[in-house]
């Protein structure tokens, strides 16, 4: 069993930064490939970016790419999320999930275990 947990959320205003990070625990994080999702009101959960597990390839949403960055440092089981030049339409609850193939994927039934979400929010 693998527990996620995601924190960083917030307020930000449009064009800030946030960094959301995401701590795994229970299972051999180094081998996981590892999303970020996020959903917003009254929509459906989307992919946002992923990570291998190693040598660590990525993938965007091309809604995010060239703005939002995903890492990942093994030692400490943690997942990252840099989120840069933020947007209104950012605004959502963010999900990190694992997935035993260290391949990346973007589809959300992909995915094994999932984050309770950390809420970011961007004002304009």
């Known amino acids: 069993q693998v527990q996620l947990v995601e924190s960083g959320g917030g307020l930000v205003q449009a064009g800030g930064s946030l960094r959301l990070s995401c701590a795994a625990s229970?299972?051999?994080?180094?081998?996981?490939?590892m999303g970020w999702f996020r959903q917003a009101p009254g929509k459906e959960r989307e992919f946002v970016a992923a990570i291998s597990w190693s040598p660590s390839s990525t993938y965007y949403a091309d809604s995010v790419k060239g703005r939002f960055t995903i890492s990942r440092d093994n030692a400490k089981n943690t997942v990252y999320l840099q989120m840069n030049s933020l947007k209104p339409e950012d605004t959502a609850v963010y999900y990190c999930?694992?997935?035993?193939?260290?391949?990346?994927?973007?589809?959300?039934?992909?995915?094994?275990?999932w984050g309770q979400g950390t809420q970011v929010t961007v004002s304009s």
């Open positions: 999930a694992s997935r035993g193939s260290g391949n990346i994927a973007t589809r959300l039934s992909s995915y094994d275990y």
């Open positions: 229970g299972g051999t994080f180094s081998t996981y490939a």
